[in-house]
Structure formats: C-alpha cells, structure tokens
C-alpha cells in the first residue's frame, strides 16, 4: 500500500513540473516575443527594380559596397530608417540600371523584389536582394529598422 502512494505522490510531482514547464514556455514565447514585420515577395517590385524605375516618394538605401551592393531597399518617405548598415543613395533610373547590372554580373545572383512590411502588413518600403527574408521593425514614431541581407559569396550561392 506504501508504494501505491509513493508511485501516486511521483506521479503528481512529474504533472506538476511538466505544468509549471508549459506556463513559463507560453509566458516566455507570448510575454517576450517581439512583433515583427517581413517581407512580401512580389514580382511587379521585382520587374520595377529591373526596369530602373525609382519611385519618387522613397528614400533609397544599400548594404554591402554602394557600387555593387547585395541589396537596395526604398522606404516611404513617411518613415525613417533606423540603421548604420545601409547607406543613402542618391538612385536616378541610370545608376539604378548600374547598380543591378553589376549585382548579377559580379556576385552571379538573381535579385528578386518584395514589399517591407511593418507587423499589421502596411506596406513601409521595398526590397530587392538575393536573400528573400529580413527583420522589420517599426517603431511608434515610424522609425523602421530592417536587417541588411548576408552577403552573397562570388558563386551567388549561400
């Protein structure tokens, strides 16, 4: 009869810990996760980057070296963005063309386009890069930080 009571007591004693273990995995995964937005692909920004449209409510930006980055972002112009890895350019249609021409012919990639999104999927900035994923970010005061893509290796392959 004893070990009845003993076996019961572990029992209870391994429910409780695996209880406890769940609530603090729920209020670790929804109590400290941060919102972020992302990236929507989308091939109309993919075609409008390769035919050196710039949009003229943007602000551009590039990662890597600004002669032959890894990728090219736009923000809207209602918001900031918060980074020293990207650097401002000054994009015209012609430096654009430049840009894309030695991203393909030097690092051997296909850059492909995609809206920034904040967490709600407003759309804040465009895209274009041979890695199809990032953090966003938006603050409350529209202060966007977006995570510059790696850096392809000279193959184009990651």
Same mark, same amino acid.
């Given at each position: 009869?004893?070990?009845?009571?003993?076996?019961?007591?572990?029992?209870?004693?391994?429910?409780?810990?695996? /209880?406890?273990?769940?609530?603090?995995?729920?209020?670790?995964?929804?109590?400290?996760?941060?919102?972020?937005?992302?990236?929507?692909?989308?091939? !109309?920004?993919?075609?409008?980057?390769?035919?050196?449209?710039?949009?003229? !409510?943007?602000?551009?930006?590039?990662?890597?070296?600004?002669?032959?980055?890894?990728?090219?972002?736009?923000? #809207?112009?209602?918001?900031?963005?918060?980074?020293?890895?990207?650097?401002?350019? !000054?994009?015209?249609?012609?430096?654009?063309?430049?840009?894309?021409?030695?991203?393909?012919?030097?690092?051997?990639?296909?850059?492909? /386009?995609?809206?920034?999104?904040?967490?709600? /999927?407003?759309?804040?900035?465009?895209?274009?890069?041979?890695?199809?994923?990032?953090?966003? #970010?938006?603050? #409350?005061?529209?202060?966007?930080?977006?995570?510059?893509?790696?850096?392809? !290796?000279?193959?184009?392959?990651?």
């Amino acid at each position: 009869m004893e070990r009845n009571s003993v076996s019961a007591a572990g029992t209870t004693g391994r429910l409780a810990f695996v /209880g406890f273990a769940l609530a603090l995995t729920a209020v670790l995964l929804f109590g400290c996760s941060a919102r972020y937005g992302r990236l929507q692909g989308d091939t !109309d920004i993919t075609r409008m980057f390769r035919n050196g449209e710039v949009l003229p !409510d943007y602000q551009y930006y590039t990662a890597g070296f600004q002669r032959i980055p890894y990728g090219i972002i736009g923000i #809207k112009s209602a918001y900031s963005l918060r980074s020293s890895y990207w650097q401002p350019i !000054d994009l015209t249609p012609t430096v654009l063309n430049q840009v894309i021409y030695r991203m393909q012919t030097v690092y051997s990639i296909e850059p492909r /386009g995609a809206w920034i999104v904040d967490p709600e /999927g407003r759309r804040v900035g465009i895209w274009y890069s041979s890695q199809n994923w990032t953090k966003v #970010k938006v603050d #409350k005061d529209n202060q966007v930080m977006v995570v510059p893509p790696k850096p392809p !290796d000279f193959s184009g392959l990651r």
